[in-house]
C-alpha cells in the first residue's frame, strides 16, 4: 500500500472565491472544478504526501489549517501585502530553521506560508 496523495478539505460557501486568493497569492492552477469543490495544485512540481498533528503552531501561535512551503516566502510576504491579504502572524526567522508568516484565507483558515533557510 502507497499514500500517493494527501489533500486537506477546507470548507467554504463559495469556493468559486476562492481563486482570487489561492490563485493570485501562490500561483496555484485549477486542476478540478465541479462546481462545489475546487481543487489547487501546482502542476510543475512533485509533493510528498505528509499530514502534520499539531497541539500550537510553535512560539506559541494557533495551529494552522495549512502549510504551504514557497520558494520564495519574502516574495509571497509582499504579493500577501499588496493584495491586502491579512497577516496574522508576521514574517519572522523561526529557531527551528525557517522563515514564515500566516495569513487568513477568505473564509477564515489560517494558513503558515514558509521556506527552509
Known amino acids: 500500500m502507497a499514500v500517493r496523495r494527501i489533500v486537506p478539505n477546507l470548507h467554504a460557501a463559495d469556493p468559486a472565491s476562492a481563486r482570487a486568493f489561492y490563485a493570485e497569492l501562490l500561483d496555484l492552477e485549477v486542476v478540478m472544478d465541479h ?7 501546482d502542476t510543475a512540481s512533485t509533493m510528498t504526501p505528509q499530514v502534520s498533528i ?3 503552531g510553535g512560539n506559541g501561535t494557533p495551529v494552522p489549517a495549512l502549510s504551504v512551503e514557497v520558494d520564495d516566502v519574502d516574495a509571497v510576504h509582499a504579493r500577501a501585502v499588496s493584495l491586502g491579504v491579512e497577516i496574522v502572524y508576521p514574517l519572522v526567522d523561526e529557531p527551528w530553521g525557517v ?12 494558513v503558515n ?3 527552509h533557510r
Open 35 to 41: 462546481g462545489w469543490i475546487l481543487t489547487f495544485a
Open 54 to 56: 499539531a497541539s500550537e
Open 99 to 110: 522563515r514564515r508568516f500566516y495569513v487568513r484565507d477568505p473564509f477564515g483558515n489560517v
Open 113 to 115: 506560508i514558509l521556506a
